[in-house]
């Protein structure tokens, strides 16, 4: 079965530092657009930033200002959003998706799944970051 588990959020201070963690099951990262979002409660979901494994490049809509960077680790199937300075507008349920880049250009699929998330094909259920002012 096809499957992304996202994981590492919790309980951070203002300034403090997360690092969230996406990993596939059932499926390899290999030819895929993998991006971050989060839903801040009674707001729409926003888009964060993107990796594409083809290419090695990243997309991002930066929400946090330069206060995240996206990574990944293919050995393991896991990317990682590292967030830093947290501050308590951040609180939100962050989600990672996948999206395969086989068929169509990294940068279109990337830009596609900022654009239209409603039509990304893999989710993983969110994790929870909340941030204490």
């Known amino acids: 079965e096809v499957q992304l588990q996202a994981s590492g959020g919790g309980l951070v201070q203002a300034g403090g530092s997360l690092r969230l963690s996406c990993t596939a099951s059932?499926?390899?990262?290999?030819?895929?657009?993998i991006a971050w979002f989060r839903q801040v409660p009674g707001k729409d979901l926003e888009g964060i930033s993107a990796?594409?494994?083809?290419?090695?490049?990243?997309w991002s809509r930066d929400p946090l200002k330069g206060r995240s960077t996206v990574s990944i680790n293919e050995a393991k199937n896991t990317v990682y959003l590292q967030m830093n300075d947290l501050r308590p507008e951040d609180t939100a349920v962050y989600y990672c998706?996948?999206?395969?880049?086989?068929?169509?250009?990294?940068?279109?699929?990337?830009?596609?799944?900022?654009?239209?998330?409603?039509?990304?094909?893999?989710w993983g259920e969110g994790t929870l970051v909340t941030v204490s002012s």
């Open positions: 990796i594409t494994t083809r290419d090695m490049m990243q």
């Open positions: 059932g499926f390899t990262f290999d030819d895929y657009a």
């Open positions: 998706a996948a999206e395969t880049t086989a068929r169509r250009d990294p940068a279109i699929t990337a830009g596609t799944m900022f654009r239209a998330p409603n039509a990304i094909s893999i």
